[in-house]
């Protein structure tokens, strides 16, 4: 019974793609990412409408958006740019904004960088953020310089590793400062 109904939904959810695919609407499905569904993707343009974007420049946000799906193993997006990965959120800046706001939510303005909570480890490059909030080894795909701000419990070291998974540097909390993205290729908050 449960591989039936595990049939007639992958079928139900290929028409559905296939349809907004023919509508041009939505790119195809990339390996391990989630796909909003009909009602998400009109929630994210309304998103995008409100925060003034034109057409072109949502589209624009879009193909970021899926770009960060198709290297996030496991990720989904969760509104018009913020996407849930292992660990925490990623949030992609809106075209002509110089920081990453995430466009469910107020102060959409993108003027300055989003406020790190407490408990949390936050990168940031010029366009993007990724805000970690669970304790692991996450993969970091980013290339570039940026910053970083370790706002978690005072005294938790946050590593920065090399691609051989030994430790590049580290970070004690609380602490903020910059950083060449480049080389590290793991990250582990706490």
Known sequence: MNKIR???????VGVLA???????????????AQTPRDDSRQAFTAQTQRAGLTPAQAGELQD??????????????VSANRIAIEGGDLVVAAPGQRYARDLAGP???????????????CLYKPGDSRDYYRCGTYSLPWVGDGTF?????RGTTAKFLNSDRSVRWTSRAPQTGTATWTQVYYVVPC
Request: with cysteine; charged share 10%.
């Open 64 to 77: 970021r958006v899926d770009g960060y799906l198709a290297e996030e193993p496991g990720s989904r997006q």
């Open 6 to 12: 595990a049939f007639m939904l992958r079928a139900t």
């Open 18 to 32: 296939a349809g907004t695919l023919a509508a041009g609407l939505m790119t195809a499905p990339t390996a391990g």
């Open 149 to 153: 701000n370790n706002n978690q419990t």
């Open 107 to 121: 102060g959409v303005s993108g003027r300055a960088p989003a406020a790190c909570a407490y408990g949390h480890l």
